[in-house]
């Protein structure tokens, strides 16, 4: 049996324990990652897990088909010279949110399926890849990020993809004063739940 996995976050953290789960069943999965940072750090404030490292963890155990990474809306401060370059020599694909300023990611996505194949996706959806003007209710908010539409378009171009699984995380309720954070990440959460596959029957 296929079992469908969807959680809502929280902190990222929790993408780690998921992976674990979904790479005992299927083995190393690709990755559709939105955030707006790669939360490939290595430690913080001591700690190894933490929710700016749930990434490099995974890779570290082999969890993911790192060839098959994708991270969507990547920007923001930054403690290194060169933020990126543990991503780029896994073979991850960084998509800048600068490169995709005021584009249809329409044509990313036909990439991302043809980076993708056949063979098993994970999609972590952190809620602070959209613009904080889309979504302030969030811990670590950065400027100048992807908008609902762009995010619609990432979910829905992952539609035919062999979707394992799918998080939302990062909703800070606390922040969210307004609550449109959490009614824009319920959006998106359905979203995603309508591209796994078989979801019509469940
Ligand atoms: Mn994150």
Redo the contacts with the bound molecule.
Sequence with gaps: MNILLSCAGGD?TITYPILQAVAEKHGPVGLVHV?A?T?TGDTALGEKIY?GTPFRRCVEEGLLDCTRVVQIGIRGSSYSPDPYKYCRDQGFRMVLADDVWFKSLVPLMAEVRQQMGEKPVYISF?I?GLDPSFAPGTGTPEIAGLTPSQALEIIRGCAGLNVVGCDL??VAPIYDLSGNTALTAANLLFEMLCTLPGVESV
């Design positions: 990222h955030d940072h939360d929710h952190d602070d995380v990062e």
